[in-house]
């Protein structure tokens, strides 16, 4: 039995859950693979804090450098993070002749390009399940098991921090504020949540989608990416009144010309199986033109679904050198000749339904002024809802367009907050119904 | 570029809808795997009939033996199903160094372990995705994607028929003959329903993501079936009123000592995933020990979703085979060596909560009677509901027990079935709300 050896860079939560899995469930990823994956050596600056997982002596090291040097090892894991020293620690090892696994959105949703190229002139694999959705096979999936499908559109929650916060809103009342001071309570928001909140992770995630989906390189700059900040349980309320929950999306599109990439707060159809995805589940629904609509559920991230996905791929790889091989699926699901060049629609060409919030003065004539301002661009009301009045006498305004195209809707947009009488920016979301 | 030729036995739906994607998608297929994926022959014994793809001269045959003994062939693609012709078709291919892809469940499900083992001897691979639940990728999941996981259950829907009946009995109140007679109109049901009502498809459908979750041979005979047709609508009343929804589960359950593998009608609570899977669609719920609970949902039949499970296959083997190598991944998940008999709980062992019916004259002491038995037999009642009265004077008594063993429940039952007071026979339906 040939035993595959593995390096792992970083020994944070993920190193460490990949490690207990590699040293605990030895028995079992032998009975599955047909051979050991032997843990050879892991790399930390910190060796000695209290972790959970017991190493023999010598495994866990501070040396990076040794990992990838050492001809012994086959894989090279990085869980670093981060975009510097882990982009040099992967190039080093694929240079050296080292498959590649690794859980780096944000690395690959910006420098994929270059890595995919370095890991073909070298003749090695480079993996990354982990990256996008945890748990959930994404990646695999898209890559072998829609093969005879044109992928017409990806809709996915993929930032479990942001899912969180949402369904605190919607279901229990809560403010955007405690529910983000829940999130981190929890553990399940960064002290610093602005990647997360920002939709910043989720168009690292959406990348690597959008990427593998349909052929096309790595392109994150023209992806339109919006967050959660601005989202209020007023909203929320109005979504649920029209038959919609608010999600923070990820969508992607193939069109003739183009490809549609962007991350939003967006109203789907309380039908719509996204909407019954909550808390801190990711879920992944894509549409192909063969299978229709599949939707992949799971845990989204976390010490041991990361793990567990990360895992996946060290078998992957390794199963295909012990069938004597390499490189058996393409990186990117097509062979790195046949990636196109991405082209991104432009968010002003987008069309699409908006649901559009104006809080108002309540004086006479607001309403014939901002749907004025909305048929000067050309842009048809479906339907408007006005009740209630806030203590400080303004009144929200709700409307809900036919399709209009992006340019418009965020030109008058501009007009309505100009409007003496419209004291508060108003705010826009996109409405996905056309499932 | 090495062309990978293709021969499929049988052009009923599913091998038209193959043939279709393998022609009409030649292209796509080509910039994903690298190579041309070419359909040499199809055979069918009727081959003037219309259909609904476009073969060039000499591809539609009606002589299975010819393809089967094409040198030129590495891939035969069985979808005739039964049992008899079918199993001796794919016999000989497997013996001819063919690699078999099949959708056949009810072959594998009782001739799985004769024909892997035929596939070890030869050398050659046996895959089988659109076996079970159609486009949804659960084959190549369990075998790929929970490598770090030991598979702590697996619920699912997989018969798009029944799922169907009991989605119009609940949602639009339609009796089962109503809803069965409807699913027959629009295609949904077979003129003879039997397979899918009784829940024998389901069976042969578990039996596959048993063998491969667990690493243990096929094992149908120690399954218990149960079907749908007993349910009423007032059963589906009273599970709504409990916080329930009744769906045909395949369950799957990884004990210490055994294996529980079970198809009969559940009640879970409306809060699991699966109980918004609605219509004919499928879905699979896995709860690893590492990724926790996930869930894949689509299309589980249909000539495109199936069709595109079965080009999964083709492109799988293929991506191997232009790898220079075959068998990479082994056909159960597990190296044939390391698969273990299949040790499945007798059903009479199981212990679960019940939900039961009895249909009772409006005697005075007929609920004590009913209570007593289940007392005697060590059942301990959660709750009774008895409510409204049927017209010829009989009145539905539903009780809801504890954790229960299912030896004991069925003595009861079959003493509650004989007291004068219980005209119809009572029925039962397991509860499954650990999730």
């Known amino acids: 039995m040939n035993e595959i050896n593995i390096g792992i860079l970083g020994c944070g939560v993920i190193g460490t859950g990949v490690a207990k899995i590699l040293i605990e469930k030895s028995d079992l990823l032998s009975k599955r693979t047909g051979t050991k994956l032997n843990l050879k050596y892991?790399?930390?600056?910190?060796?000695?804090?209290?972790?959970?997982?017991?190493?023999?002596?010598?495994?866990?090291?501070?040396?990076?450098?040794?990992?990838?040097?050492?001809?012994?090892?086959?894989?090279?894991?990085?869980?670093?993070?981060?975009?510097?020293?882990?982009?040099?620690?992967?190039?080093?090892?694929?240079?050296?002749?080292?498959?590649?696994?690794?859980a780096n959105k944000a690395l690959l949703s910006t420098h994929?390009?270059?890595?995919?190229?370095?890991?073909?002139?070298?003749?090695?694999?480079?993996?990354?399940?982990?990256?996008?959705?945890?748990?959930?096979?994404?990646?695999?999936?898209?890559?072998?098991?829609?093969?005879?499908?044109?992928?017409?559109?990806?809709?996915?929650?993929?930032?479990?921090?942001?899912?969180?916060?949402?369904?605190?809103?919607?279901?229990?009342?809560?403010?955007?504020?405690?529910?983000?001071?829940?999130?981190?309570?929890?553990?399940?928001?960064?002290?610093?949540?602005?990647?997360?909140?920002?939709?910043?992770?989720?168009?690292?995630?959406?990348?690597?989608?959008?990427?593998?989906?349909?052929?096309?390189?790595?392109?994150?700059?023209?992806?339109?990416?919006?967050g959660i900040s601005r989202i209020t349980p007023l909203d929320i309320q109005?979504?649920?009144?029209?038959?919609?929950?608010?999600?923070?999306?990820?969508?992607?599109?193939?069109?003739?010309?183009?490809?549609?990439?962007?991350?939003?707060?967006?109203?789907i159809p309380v039908s719509n199986p996204l909407s019954n995805v909550d808390n801190s589940m990711n879920a992944v629904v894509v549409d192909g033109d063969a299978t229709g609509h599949t939707m992949l559920y799971g845990h989204g991230a976390g010490m041991m679904p990361t793990a567990s996905a990360v895992i996946n791929d060290i078998a992957d790889i390794s199963r295909t050198f012990l069938a004597g091989s390499k490189r058996r699926t393409p990186i990117l699901g097509f062979p790195e000749k046949n990636i196109k060049k991405a082209v991104i629609l432009p968010m002003k060409n987008l069309t699409t339904r908006y649901y559009l919030r104006c809080i108002a003065e309540d004086h006479p004539g607001v309403l014939s002024k901002v749907s004025g301002i909305l048929?000067?661009?050309?842009?048809?009301?479906?339907?408007?809802?006005?009740?209630?009045?806030?203590?400080?006498?303004?009144?929200?305004?709700?409307?809900?367009?036919?399709?209009?195209?992006?340019?418009?809707?965020?030109?008058?947009?501009n007009k309505i907050s100009q409007l003496d009488s419209i004291p508060e920016e108003p705010y826009l979301i996109r409405i996905e119904d056309n499932k």
Chains 1, 2 share one sequence.
């Open 238 to 267: 109005y979504a649920s009144e029209l038959g919609y929950t608010i999600k923070l999306l990820a969508i992607s599109k193939f069109n003739p010309d183009n490809i549609e990439a962007r991350v939003h707060p967006t109203m």
């Open 42 to 102: 892991i790399s930390d600056l910190d060796t000695n804090r209290e972790r959970d997982v017991k190493f023999d002596k010598g495994v866990l090291i501070s040396d990076s450098e040794k990992i990838i040097n050492d001809p012994e090892i086959n894989i090279i894991v990085e869980l670093i993070g981060g975009q510097t020293i882990a982009k040099e620690f992967i190039i080093k090892a694929l240079k050296n002749g080292k498959h590649v696994v690794t």
């Open 375 to 413: 048929g000067d661009e050309g842009i048809s009301i479906e339907t408007v809802h006005q009740k209630g009045m806030k203590s400080n006498g303004t009144v929200p305004v709700v409307m809900v367009t036919h399709i209009a195209k992006e340019e418009n809707m965020l030109k008058a947009l």
């Open 112 to 226: 994929g390009n270059e890595l995919v190229k370095i890991a073909r002139e070298n003749q090695v694999d480079l993996a990354f399940e982990a990256s996008t959705a945890g748990c959930i096979p994404i990646i695999k999936t898209l890559k072998e098991s829609h093969i005879g499908n044109h992928i017409k559109s990806i809709s996915a929650i993929l930032n479990g921090t942001c899912n969180y916060i949402l369904t605190k809103i919607s279901k229990q009342g809560f403010s955007f504020e405690q529910a983000l001071k829940t999130a981190q309570e929890k553990g399940f928001a960064e002290a610093d949540p602005t990647l997360d909140i920002e939709g910043i992770d989720t168009a690292h995630k959406l990348a690597i989608l959008n990427t593998i989906a349909h052929g096309i390189d790595f392109n994150l700059e023209d992806i339109h990416v919006e």
